[in-house]
């Protein structure tokens, strides 16, 4: 609505912005279109803008509105009035098996829509999700390419076993690292009882991949690509060669022994001048540039169509690069999605998606090559002058050279990863309420691994026939393993839609099965003689063969239904009922129900809700039960198999005998049940511009499916699995989302999201221990109580008796006496003068109470910027590892930060204990000493972008191009030293852990559309 009050003087226009009930709208953006030219409204909708042309138009916008043009046409006074955006208002959010507003849901559901994902250059889905969602925390652990894949845990950890979320891809179940993160449309996490119609398989959560679709118009071409390079995120600062030969002789001298490294050794490592025999180099730093770090990406899509049909077709290649030398990670990739209107009442469609990735490797592991690597002696070379490769460890010290195993090569490891999904669907429209839909999907899943070990060799040097003596590292083999997965679901969806007066009522009725199988073959030859340039079986004549196979099946049989009631569009209602059967457990406990019912109150749509400045406020609550079946395939059955070295004879014939495998069968087993009760407000201010979400729930899980110790008499190799614990998870969840706008087209958003979880164990029938008891959470940190070093030998003689690993001396850790037993063998909780095992205590939990994001960004005019941060916080890291002990395993450098930080008895202000190696596991026991306060922060991404204008574009057919620079993993706010406080979460710090570091990346990257 606009209105024309005077007559056109001095070029300046007086305003008011106001929405459709009059109400101001503070922080309008006015901008003169075509100009730079703009203001902002102030906190009545006023504004005032001087302007250039009489005959200028006005473009006047606001967050959650639809945009507006106001010619002047010789005005002075123009008032403004904008409607509410319609797609803000009926903006869906995918669930289970169909689409909800989202104003409208009455369970804990979180959507990340494509606006907050399209322009981020992340390897996989994980990295998206980080800081995005409340209540769902990801850890990511190893920036191995193509292994990098964070781990999801969903308000908490549920259960003793399996607590990976449900994971499905257009309905599918998939997996995320096979997804091109430019096909994603949407990204839905079900957190609460709302995930029942999933029934057994959403104990853990939900998350619901969706994929682009096409959409009616002319065909848009749309690229996405770019490179990069990237380096290790943090790693310890190690000591030179020369500290380590003094330290390591201080550390053998208080053990009471002789020292290793003369004073001439000594020397020379101080001095560098023999370098080929004492060296100083830092072997970890080179594996970790021996690799190719350059990064690239590539996507290129085509969408389009008529009113009858809709296509989507996409095309990707990712090359991670690597860090270290051999290893790698490559994905080329397709998805079709195809939708066509056969008639008013028929719709099909076919999604068509393939993911080819190759995994490169080393025969040696990577955590075997990142430990060893680590602890090399830096003395030492690990390549002479004349380019052999040597065979270390000459001083008695460090481990093999990891290098020459990469650099040789020792051998590779090529797996060859092949995952199509194709689907099928039909859509029939009954009546206008009434639809019936089937689809049909088969997954295949084929992995090939090649391992390929020769027979190389590294040489030692002889000084005194100046010689190089070689010696073969190993013998070669060659193994070929072929695992092949089947996959097919197939379902029926009856579904009805009726608004009747004030009423509204949705319908659900559905039918699912699944059918999958798991095969395997392996071939392989051991103990070549010799390398061999060939890499298949036949192309080898020496060697022993051996070859073995095996397979499961599994099927789940569902049926379901769901019934949604809108009253008003004030009252909600949803039920859902699921019923489940899986072929994991026997005939008698196959089947089960999972309910679940859920309410809301949009108190905004009352009569009596008259707030200007509240436009939304909704109260809503759930309750439902949920299943978890995650135990493995025939562990109720007992299953035999063939075994070496139990022969029959049979006449002159031995054969290989069958025997029951090493674990015990349980026929009794049945599902673990979660229940889980949720309660949230939603709310949305100042015109939608402010959003506001908050949840508390709890979620109990009982009937916990795990194996408990059982008496060796039985014989078995493994417990059977058992129906025996619970857990309960409490706690609550804050989002908050505003978007705002400056004068001049300046554009803004923060949005910002905390999560708590307090998780203990409720019930263990029976089978409680130290460290896993009633009230611990499960992942317990479980140990002694510090009292600091002792300092003197009198110190010791008045402390009470350390049974721990030997008698202590002075610079050793002292422990508390907490606890001690009484005649009858129970504890008291009093000191009895003996520090022992009875004196552990919990000391906290290593999986963060607390998880929060924080993302905000900006845009104006052709420039953007955006910043994503994660964090977690009230948990502690047991450290561990190359970071406090030195020379751990006997052996690995110290870090740099302990030189002179070391107990003696002129520095007793130390933070470590006194040097040693036969004293470390009296010192590095679990305890206080080495707990520390997990909680970090860290800047997951930054990027900052520019747009081109689209006046310089048109004439080369390109409707947009955008250029960034992205950073991921760019710094972090921690009290740990020396360590990625990421990579450190859950068992503290040690490199022999699997442990490839994770990467900062630094992307250069294309947004282009024509």
């Known amino acids: 609505m606009f209105t024309a009050m005077g007559m056109f003087a001095q070029n300046q226009i007086n305003g008011k912005v106001v929405d459709d009930s009059g109400q101001p709208l503070p922080g309008a953006s006015v901008v003169e279109k075509g100009t730079a030219n703009g203001t902002q409204s102030d906190f009545d909708g006023n504004f005032t803008i001087t302007i250039s042309d009489e005959n200028a138009v006005l473009v006047i916008s606001y967050v959650g509105f639809d945009t507006q043009e106001a010619p002047v046409a010789g005005q002075t006074n123009i008032n403004v009035t904008l409607k509410e955006d319609a797609a803000a208002l009926e903006e869906v959010v995918v669930v289970g098996y169909g689409t909800k507003k989202k104003v409208n849901i009455t369970g804990a559901v979180t959507s990340i829509g494509i606006k907050d994902i399209e322009n981020r250059p992340a390897p996989n889905v994980s990295t998206l999700l980080a800081g995005q969602v409340p209540g769902l925390s990801v850890i990511q652990q190893s920036g191995r390419p193509g292994q990098s894949q964070g781990t999801f845990r969903i308000r908490g950890i549920g259960t003793l076993g399996n607590s990976d979320p449900l994971i499905l891809v257009d309905g599918i179940v998939g997996d995320l690292q096979d997804i091109d993160v430019n096909d994603i449309e949407n990204v839905s996490v079900l957190k609460d009882a709302s995930a029942a119609i999933y029934g057994v398989r959403a104990a853990n959560g939900v998350i619901l991949v969706t994929t682009k679709r096409g959409r009616s118009g002319v065909p848009v071409v749309s690229y996405h690509g770019g490179v990069g390079t990237q380096q290790a995120f943090k790693v310890p600062d190690r000591v030179n060669s020369y500290d380590y030969a003094r330290l390591y002789n201080e550390a053998l001298t208080n053990d009471g022994g002789s020292p290793l490294f003369s004073d001439d050794d000594l020397a020379k490592f101080r001095d560098g001048t023999s370098p080929q025999t004492h060296a100083d180099i830092d072997h970890f730093e080179k594996l970790l540039k021996s690799g190719n770090p350059i990064k690239k990406f590539h996507n290129i899509s085509v969408s389009g169509g008529t009113e009858t049909t809709k296509y989507n077709l996409s095309f990707g290649y990712l090359d991670e690069g690597s860090l270290i030398k051999t290893f790698g990670y490559d994905r080329k990739n397709f998805r079709v999605n195809i939708d066509q209107k056969i008639n008013d009442r028929l719709d099909v469609g076919v999604k068509l998606a393939g ?546 930080n070391f107990w003696t008895p002129s520095n007793t202000n130390a933070d470590f204990p006194r040097l040693g190696i036969s004293n470390q596991g009296r010192n590095y026991q679990a305890s206080t000493y080495w707990v520390n306060n997990g909680d970090f922060a860290k800047l997951r991404n930054m990027q900052i972008g520019y747009t081109l204008p689209s006046d310089a574009l048109t004439t080369i057919g390109v409707t947009r191009f955008r250029i960034y620079v992205s950073g991921e993993n760019l710094l972090y706010i921690s009290k740990l030293k020396d360590i990625d406080p990421e990579f450190a979460h859950g068992n503290g710090f040690a490199w022999n852990n699997n442990n490839y570091p994770t990467n900062r990346q630094f992307l250069l990257g294309f947004n282009i559309t024509f």
């Open 355 to 900: 993911s080819f990735g190759k995994t490169f490797g080393n025969i040696q592991s990577v955590g075997q090559i990142i430990t060893e690597s680590y602890r090399e002696f830096p003395g030492e070379v690990d390549q002479f002058e004349n380019g052999l490769w040597k065979n270390m460890q000459e001083f008695g010290v460090g481990q093999r050279n990891m290098l020459a195993y990469l650099e040789l090569p020792l051998g590779t490891d090529v797996d060859r990863n092949n995952d199509y999904v194709s689907t099928v669907f039909a859509e029939f429209k009954i009546t206008p309420e009434l639809k019936l839909k089937g689809q049909f999907a088969a997954r295949n899943d084929n992995r090939l691994q090649n391992r390929k070990r020769d027979v190389v060799q590294w040489h030692r040097y002889d000084a005194a026939t100046d010689t190089y003596n070689g010696s073969n590292i190993a013998s070669g083999y060659l193994i070929r393993r072929n695992e092949t997965v089947w996959d097919y679901t197939s379902n029926l969806l009856l579904t009805y839609e009726k608004s009747f007066n004030d009423h509204k009522l949705e319908g659900l009725l559905g039918f699912e099965q699944r059918d999958r199988n798991w095969s395997f073959s392996q071939a392989a030859r051991f103990s070549l003689s010799s390398s061999n340039e060939l890499t298949e079986l036949n192309g080898v004549a020496d060697g022993s063969d051996r070859g073995e196979g095996n397979s499961t099946d599994y099927k789940l049989r569902s049926a379901f239904g769901r019934i949604n009631y809108n009253f008003k569009d004030t009252y909600f209602f949803e039920g859902i009922l699921r019923y489940d059967g899986t072929s994991r457990f026997a005939k008698e406990n196959r089947f089960d129900y999972f309910p679940s019912f859920s309410g809301g109150w949009k108190i905004s749509q009352e009569d009596f809700f008259t707030s200007e400045t509240i436009s939304h406020l909704m109260l809503r609550g759930s309750w439902g039960i949920l299943g978890n079946q995650e135990i493995g395939d025939y562990q109720f059955l007992n299953t035999f198999g063939p075994r070496d070295n139990y022969n029959y004879t049979f006449g002159s014939n031995s054969s290989n005998g069958v025997l029951e495998n090493g674990t015990l069968a349980n026929p009794e087993i049945l599902w673990e049940t979660t229940t889980a009760t949720n309660i949230g407000v939603d709310a949305r201010l100042f015109s939608n511009s402010l959003s506001v979400t908050a949840e508390y729930f709890i979620k109990t899980t009982d009937d916990i499916l795990l194996g408990l110790d059982q008496p060796y008499i039985l014989g078995a190799k493994n417990p059977p699995t058992v129906n025996a614990g619970s857990v309960e998870n409490k706690g609550w969840e804050f989002n908050l989302g505003y978007n705002g706008g400056i004068n001049d087209g300046f554009h803004y958003y923060v949005n910002a999201n905390v999560g708590y979880v307090k998780n203990q164990i409720t019930d263990l029938k029976g089978t409680e221990r130290p460290g896993k008891d009633i009230g611990d959470p499960i992942q317990n940190i479980f140990g002694y109580v510090s009292d600091g070093l002792f300092n003197s030998q009198t110190e010791i003689d008045a402390a009470p008796t350390h049974n721990i690993a030997g008698t202590p001396e002075p610079g050793d850790v002292k422990y508390k006496d907490i606890n001690g037993r009484d005649a009858n063998g129970e504890l008291t909780g009093l000191p009895d003068g003996v520090v022992d095992a009875d004196d552990r205590k919990s000391l906290g939990t290593y999986f963060p109470k607390y998880n929060f994001g924080l993302n905000l960004g900006f845009d104006w005019h052709n420039l953007d910027f955006s910043m994503a941060w994660q964090g977690f916080a009230g948990h502690k890291v047991l450290t561990d590892g190359p970071t406090v002990r030195p020379f751990w395993g006997g052996n690995a450098p110290p870090s740099q930060h302990m030189v002179d």
